[in-house]
């Protein structure tokens, strides 16, 4: 899916090897129970993160058509990746040709709150579970409650906790978890993993903290992805400022795409920097993202928001600007020049 895969699979590796299932695994991301993003060996279960990206430049098919599943657990469908699709209804397609080789004997695990997902999902000739909050999905996630660092709900009629917070990480542990009852993993086991699970780096992932001021790194470049974030950590730091740092890196963010969506994602936090669209040369003007123009909207609802042209530019315009108990986020696919660290070692003095 969109949104969800790394942390989804990341939990699932996890449940699954607490459960002494040993599995393969071939992630996104660098999950902190592993250590690494890869393990091959001779167990029968192997847990992938599927990507509907191209699979190579002589094989424009999404990546995960590869995979051949036994199992498919589809998180939402959204448009995203402009320099390989044209718009969401070729995004679709290459959804209905993964879905249509999951065989009969096979499950899949689908979002039944995302409309995108139902309809990819319509013609399946394996059976399917719905999950969310909705109350026509058959594990209906419900009785939701949020600590500072934690999130506790109800998945049919087991409760469970996880240490992350946040609507969307309650729906990727429910994914997770439906994946491996269908395994055969008990409620129990699964319950006795889900607190020990560690997360995944570059998700909301703390880079420290100088003067009260806390950096964090997020990969989130969607703007469905940054508003979830910042969603959640408005409710984890409640009484804090909270800052947004955007790096328009990524191929569909760099271009136009989203250039209503951004300002609406990036205004739920208090005050947001926006870089220079990177690589910007490679883009003609007329298809490519005007930050200046998102700095504006959201300064229209009443939110502090700059555009700098670069790390370096941001870090010498913010660091006056920030107080104790402020947070700062850092949205970007890509390294950004460095810049948690030059922040961090800039408000060290």
């Known amino acids: 899916g969109t949104h969800g895969k ?33 393990r ?8 992938i993160e599927g990507d509907e990206y191209d699979t190579a430049f002589f094989d424009k098919r999404s990546k995960f058509i590869h995979y051949l599943p036994e199992l498919l657990v589809v998180n939402n469908v959204e448009f995203d990746h402009a320099d390989i699709f044209p718009d969401l209804d070729a995004i679709k397609t290459s959804f209905r040709r993964l879905v249509n080789i999951v065989p009969q004997n096979g499950m899949i695990v689908l979002n039944g709150d995302d409309k995108n997902c139902v309809e990819v999902t319509r013609d399946s000739l394996a059976p399917m579970v719905e999950v969310g909050f909705s109350k026509n999905c058959a594990q209906r996630i419900r009785d939701v409650s949020y600590s500072a660092k934690k999130s506790r709900f109800v998945l049919r009629d087991d409760e469970f ?21 269908f395994y055969g993993v008990s409620a129990e086991t699964i319950r006795a993993a889900l607190p020990k699970f560690e997360g995944v780096a570059r998700r909301q992932e703390i880079r420290g903290e100088v003067r009260g001021v806390k950096v964090i790194d997020d990969f989130g470049h969607h703007p469905t992805a940054i508003a979830q974030t910042l969603t959640a950590l408005r409710r984890r730091y409640p009484k804090h400022r909270l800052w947004a740092i955007f790096e328009p ?25 926006i870089s220079q669209v990177a690589r910007l040369e490679q883009i003609p003007e007329a298809e490519r993202l005007n930050p200046e123009a998102v700095v504006n909207e959201i300064k229209q609802s009443g939110r502090l928001a700059f555009y700098e042209a670069n790390a370096n530019a941001i870090i010498e315009r913010i660091v006056p600007m920030l107080k104790k108990n402020d947070i700062v986020t850092v949205f970007s696919n890509g390294g950004f ?3 948690h660290e030059k922040l961090l070692s800039k408000l060290r003095g």
């Open 40 to 47: 091959f060996n001779d167990s029968k279960c192997f847990v």
């Open 337 to 339: 020049d460095g810049i």
């Open 161 to 181: 906790e996880i240490p992350m917070i946040g609507e969307f990480n309650v729906h990727n542990a429910a994914m997770a978890i439906s994946a491996a009852k």
């Open 249 to 273: 890196r990524s191929n569909t963010t760099r271009r136009a795409v989203f250039q209503h969506e951004l300002p609406k994602a990036l205004k739920i936090a208090d005050g947001v920097f």
């Open 6 to 38: 790394t942390t989804t699979t990341a939990l699932l590796t996890w449940i699954m090897d607490f459960a002494k299932r040993a599995p393969s695994y071939m992630i996104g991301g660098i999950p902190r129970n592993f250590g690494r993003g890869a």
